[in-house]
T-cell receptor, first 112, second 112 residues
Framework: QKEVEQNSGPLSVPEGAIASLNCTYS??????FFWYRQYSGKSPELIMS????GDKEDGRFTAQLNKASQYVSLLIRDSQPSDSATYLC????????????FGTGTRLLVSP | DVKVTQSSRYLVKRTGEKVFLECVQD?????MFWYRQDPGLGLRLIYF???????EKGDIPEGYSVSREKKERFSLILESASTNQTSMYLC???????????FGQGTRLTVV
């Protein structure tokens, strides 16, 4: 079982819709969770971090964490064509080192 | 702004060559990381360092070594380049005690 799993997509949504991206992780005691956005040919950039159960909102982005079910999700409201990118879920497992373990990413396509 | 700079954007090397990839960060970060990114496999951690002269193996260290002689610089060394090391290489850094990692622009290495 991979440490961090994501559906590779592509996930296609129309402009203005809500995009929902999901991620599951295997290490039950992981404490830190992140969403990175990566445009084609560019390096990843951090868009959200979440550390406790529940929702965390930042503008059009909401991260949701459910530790009991071991999943984390990212909602993008009012999706824009500029949101088209690959979204990487990352987790810091309970290894004692602050190393990020990434999923393979979900490609999001927002059509005008 | 945090700046993580990788020495080359594109690199072409021959099989068997010794290859050096350099990464410099200007934010006094303790942690530095080297990842490689391949289609369908996501970002995989090669090595990381949490202090000068300290290094830890990641998930795929075989065929690589690293050097960290100064806090701001983390070098990835391919001892004898092989075609299966053709990939995008990404350097990242972060403060110890925080987990927001910042990425360099990436080096696309082709081994022929």
């Amino acid at each position: 079982q991979k440490e961090v799993e994501q559906n590779s997509g592509p996930l296609s949504v129309p402009e203005g819709a809500i995009a929902s991206l999901n991620c599951t992780y295997s290490d039950r005691v992981s404490q830190s969770f992140f969403w990175y956005r990566q445009y084609s040919g560019k390096s990843p950039e951090l868009i959200m971090s979440i550390y406790s159960n529940g929702d965390k909102e930042d503008g059009r982005f909401t991260a949701q964490l459910n530790k009991a079910s071991q999943y984390v999700s990212l909602l993008i409201r009012d999706s824009q064509p500029s949101d088209s990118a690959t979204y990487l879920c990352a987790v810091i497992p309970n290894t004692g080192f602050q190393k990020l373990v990434f999923g393979t990413g979900t490609r999001l396509l927002v059509s005008p | 702004d945090v700046k993580v700079t990788q020495s080359s954007r594109y690199l072409v090397k021959r099989t068997g060559e010794k290859v050096f990839l350099e990464c410099v960060q200007d934010m006094d970060h303790e942690n530095m990381f080297w990842y490689r990114q391949d289609p369908g496999l996501g970002l995989r951690l090669i090595y990381f360092s949490y202090d000068v002269k300290m290094k830890e193996k990641g998930d795929i260290p075989e065929g690589y070594s690293v050097s960290r002689e100064k806090k701001e610089r983390f070098s990835l060394i391919l001892e004898s380049a092989s075609t299966n090391q053709t990939s995008m290489y990404l350097c990242a850094s972060s403060f110890s005690g925080t987990v927001e990692a910042f990425f360099g622009q990436g080096t696309r290495l082709t081994v022929v």
